[in-house]
């Protein structure tokens, strides 16, 4: 499927191709996972066409995009070659090769968001060293260089400790907590010898078997952050188009099972005060970042009323999954138009509420398999839900396989739908 090559016609296609789509700027994603696909299912609707650069010759995108170019988003070479062909070059992950990045925006390359934008992301420290500049309440947060300062940190911020790693993280992985001073030692060795992004070939062949840091000299790889007493996690998708002008989807509810996200409730069922105050800084959270698209924005909700942000992600998120069928706009559609530069779409609500349910491998191949299709068999049979299946080519344990979205009446009702589908589930989920 990689090599359909019948779209493979290097940099004459721009100059050649009659235009009947929405827009006539070739969108090049650099990431073919399930963000990218989502993204090709959401170009198709508007004839634009989508490219995407991902090293797995059957990655999620690979069949839905107009052309898929096997090779490394982390490789400058093939990142080069790749913008080439491409009217705007943007992301559905943010460990790109950002270096590249501003190096073809120099050269002219259209890319959003910016790598301005992508260099502050994909470092988590240097991330929340931008916003609590720019006046966001976050939790405190301190680089550590050894054990020592892991203890004076510790000292300062009590305990549990968040640990984290400064790079290339995500479902959590990198992220490790020390609850006395007894387990600090073992939660730093956890987050430097976690394969992170190990979810990802790019990742595998890159780093495979080589360990972010080692106990004693982490080469300023870690970071800690004081514990954020939350009482629920809160999410915004944000979307700023080529105008600048930004538009806020409601908020939504973000429950996370052992660091992954696990369900997605829309809109979120906290008083209105506390929604306005996470638009406000998920608002201002963006508007201190460079270039249009859609962002993420998670946010804590903690004990005695604040909000806090956690991170932000530059691009479509898991968050945004259920705005497919519960909102007038996608947020794919909505990143899409945001990076060609057409008008941004209504990201309001047009039903009352809905329910993401993240399909998670629960076991390695054939099993997995059976076990997903039994959910996905109720799924099909349960009033206002829809299946979205990602055709990833290998199952594995607590990797993201799809997703199903539950719409209707309340988010009460909705939530004993998706008990009841998950309860006749024999592979025993909650
Ligand atoms: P993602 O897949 O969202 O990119 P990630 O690997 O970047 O995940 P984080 O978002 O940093 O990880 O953290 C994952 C989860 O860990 C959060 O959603 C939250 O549940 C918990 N968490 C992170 N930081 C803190 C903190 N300071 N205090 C308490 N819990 C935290
Ligand atoms: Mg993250
Ligand atoms: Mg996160």
Same mark, same amino acid.
């Given at each position: 499927?990689?090599?359909?090559?019948?779209?493979?016609?290097? *940099?004459?296609?721009?100059?050649? *191709?009659?235009?009947?789509?929405?827009?006539?700027?070739?969108?090049?994603?650099?990431?073919? /996972?399930?963000?990218?696909?989502?993204?090709?299912?959401?170009?198709?609707?508007?004839?634009?066409?989508?490219?995407?650069?991902?090293?797995?010759?059957?990655?999620?995108?690979?069949?839905?995009?107009?052309?898929?170019?096997? /090779?490394?988003?982390?490789?400058?070479?093939?990142?080069?070659?790749?913008?080439?062909?491409?009217?705007?070059?943007?992301?559905?992950?943010?460990?790109?090769?950002?270096?590249?990045?501003?190096?073809?925006?120099?050269?002219?390359?259209?890319?959003?968001?910016?790598?301005?934008?992508?260099?502050?992301?994909?470092?988590?420290?240097?991330?929340?060293?931008?916003?609590?500049?720019?006046?966001?309440?976050?939790?405190?947060?301190?680089?550590?260089?050894?054990?020592?300062?892991?203890?004076?940190?510790?000292?300062?911020?009590?305990?549990?400790?968040?640990?984290?790693?400064?790079?290339?993280?995500?479902?959590?992985?990198?992220?490790?907590?020390?609850?006395?001073?007894?387990?600090?030692?073992?939660?730093?060795?956890?987050?430097?010898?976690?394969?992170?992004?190990?979810?990802?070939?790019?990742?595998?062949?890159?780093?495979?078997?080589?360990?972010?840091?080692?106990?004693?000299?982490?080469?300023?790889?870690?970071?800690?952050?004081?514990?954020?007493?939350?009482?629920?996690?809160?999410?915004?998708?944000?979307?700023?188009?080529?105008?600048?002008?930004?538009?806020?989807?409601?908020?939504?509810?973000?429950?996370?099972?052992?660091?992954?996200?696990?369900?997605?409730?829309?809109?979120?069922?906290?008083?209105?005060?506390?929604?306005?105050?996470?638009?406000?800084?998920?608002?201002?959270?963006?508007?201190?970042?460079?270039?249009?698209?859609?962002?993420?924005?998670?946010?804590?909700?903690?004990?005695?009323?604040?909000?806090?942000?956690?991170?932000?992600?530059?691009?479509?998120?898991?968050?945004?999954?259920?705005?497919?069928?519960?909102?007038?706009?996608?947020?794919?559609?909505?990143?899409?138009?945001?990076?060609?530069?057409?008008?941004?779409?209504?990201?309001?609500?047009?039903?009352?509420?809905?329910?993401?349910?993240?399909?998670?491998?629960?076991?390695?191949?054939?099993?997995?398999?059976?076990?997903?299709?039994?959910?996905?068999?109720?799924?099909?049979? *349960?009033?206002?839900?829809?299946?979205?299946?990602?055709?990833?080519?290998?199952?594995?344990?607590?990797?993201? &396989? /799809?997703?199903?979205?539950?719409?209707?009446?309340?988010?009460?009702?909705?939530?004993?739908?998706?008990?009841? &589908?998950?309860?006749?589930?024999?592979?025993?989920?909650?």
């Amino acid at each position: 499927r990689a090599s359909r090559d019948s779209h493979d016609s290097s *940099t004459t296609r721009k100059d050649h *191709t009659p235009v009947h789509g929405l827009s006539e700027m070739i969108v090049g994603v650099l990431g073919g /996972g399930q963000l990218g696909r989502m993204l090709c299912q959401a170009a198709s609707q508007m004839a634009i066409k989508v490219m995407v650069l991902d090293p797995l010759e059957n990655c999620p995108a690979s069949a839905l995009s107009y052309h898929h170019m096997v /090779g490394s988003f982390d490789d400058s070479a093939t990142v080069e070659e790749f913008a080439k062909r491409c009217g705007v070059l943007t992301v559905e992950i943010e460990h790109v090769d950002v270096a590249t990045l501003h190096k073809l925006e120099q050269q002219g390359v259209d890319c959003q968001p910016k790598a301005s934008t992508i260099r502050i992301i994909q470092d988590k420290f240097l991330q929340k060293v931008h916003f609590s500049q720019h006046g966001i309440p976050l939790p405190e947060f301190m680089q550590i260089d050894d054990l020592e300062g892991a203890k004076r940190a510790a000292c300062q911020f009590g305990y549990p400790l968040m640990i984290k790693s400064k790079r290339l993280a995500y479902d959590g992985r990198g992220n490790a907590v020390a609850k006395s001073e007894e387990e600090l030692s073992s939660a730093i060795n956890v987050t430097l010898t976690c394969h992170v992004m190990e979810d990802s070939v790019w990742f595998d062949q890159k780093y495979n078997g080589h360990l972010v840091g080692t106990l004693g000299g982490f080469d300023r790889g870690l970071y800690v952050e004081k514990w954020a007493p939350f009482v629920k996690e809160l999410a915004v998708i944000v979307a700023r188009g080529r105008d600048n002008s930004i538009l806020c989807y409601p908020v939504v509810e973000t429950i996370h099972k052992e660091n992954i996200c696990h369900i997605v409730k829309s809109p979120a069922v906290v008083p209105l005060e506390i929604k306005k105050v996470a638009n406000d800084v998920a608002y201002r959270a963006v508007s201190s970042l460079e270039g249009a698209g859609v962002f993420a924005v998670e946010l804590f909700l903690t004990n005695d009323g604040q909000i806090l942000l956690n991170e932000v992600a530059p691009r479509v998120h898991n968050s945004g999954h259920h705005t497919i069928e519960a909102c007038y706009t996608s947020q794919f559609e909505q990143h899409l138009r945001a990076v060609v530069g057409l008008p941004l779409g209504d990201p309001s609500m047009k039903c009352p509420a809905a329910i993401m349910y993240n399909l998670l491998g629960e076991d390695e191949g054939e099993p997995g398999f059976r076990l997903a299709h039994q959910l996905i068999e109720r799924a099909l049979g *349960t009033p206002g839900a829809s299946v979205h299946w990602y055709d990833k080519p290998e199952m594995r344990k607590q990797r993201k &396989m /799809g997703h199903i979205t539950l719409v209707g009446p309340s988010i009460g009702t909705l939530e004993a739908r998706l008990n009841s &589908m998950l309860k006749e589930n024999s592979c025993g989920c909650p």
